[in-house]
């Protein structure tokens, strides 16, 4: 059995796909640079877990940042048992892309650059890469389910343009070095272990502080959130199903099931036991009313499908949140 490299390990999905792999007895190479985009600790504490419950020498972590292509090579060239990639690793968040441009070039367009020559250069040795894109490439958009051949060239965001220019590059790596290539975009994932910059984790954080918490559009926004243990059901379906030829195919992983933002406040409060302080705010620059996900494609090809209700996701990030910072 070969290795597979996951970067982006000490993120949120990826510290959950690593896991993931490591229980059904994967060796996983892991690749994360632990920048401050949020709190390093909590990446520290994802590794810990996963090495801590990892056996002995089935998990190698490597402090590595994407946008050095040449320290990302070089990992490559150093793991010649490397047979496929999970990159996940990118610059996530939308509207901090207003705030640091240059980040989301060098993370998602350079990064992804260096990972596709790594598999390019591999000479067929890496026989499947599936990388991670987002819901954000289709745009503003209210007219129903976004469908994997819907338009995407009105990315409403720096970080949608860039994933947007992840994927492009993909498809021109699989044309032209007959790369075998998977691109998932995934819907507003939440759940344990999850980001501080999304909007579960803040009003949890908020309401249980007595702040209030910020609501955009007046809450009047619809996401089809997405908990991780679907979405790493959906990430290994595709790993262990590369294309029959080389291409690069895309695939939605979501709920396909919108759920408006005043609802999930609402289950909140019911879960935490506390009422919260609205502050109703315009629509921020980059935001998107809607995302919705058509994973008719997902159900077809995989036979993958999501399980999980937004009421029992936020339960059991409830649940853990209270078990980890009490």
Known sequence: ????????????????????LLARGEQVVGLDN??????????HARLQALTGGAPPGAF?????????????LDLF?????????????????VRWSLEAPFAYTAANVTGTLAVLEGVRRSEGRIRHLVHASTSSVYGSRTDGAFVEGDRTDRPASLYAATKLGAE??????AQLYGLRISGLRFFTVYGPWGRPDMAYWLFTEAMLQGRPIRLFNGGRMR?????VD???????????????????????????????????????EELLGVKAVRELLPMQPGDVPATFADVSAMQRDFGWRPSTDLRTGLGRFVAWWRGHFG
Not at 60 to 68: E, K, S
Not at 168 to 173: D, I, K, V
């Open 1 to 20: 059995m070969g290795q597979i490299l996951v970067t982006g390990a000490a993120g949120f999905i990826g510290a959950h796909v690593c896991q993931a």
């Open 34 to 43: 632990l920048n401050p985009y949020y709190d390093p600790a909590l990446k």
């Open 60 to 72: 190698g972590f490597h402090r590595v940042d994407l946008a050095d292509h040449g320290a990302v």
């Open 77 to 93: 060239a150093a793991h010649p048992g490397l047979d496929r990639v999970v990159h996940l690793g990118a610059q996530a968040g």
């Open 168 to 173: 492009l590059m993909a498809t021109s790596y």
């Open 223 to 227: 996401r089809d959130f997405t908990y």
């Open 230 to 268: 679907d979405v790493v059901s959906g990430v290994l379906a595709v790993l262990d199903h590369p294309p029959a030829e080389p291409a690069h195919r895309i695939h939605n992983i979501g709920n396909s099931h919108p759920e408006e933002l005043l609802d999930m406040v609402a289950l909140l």
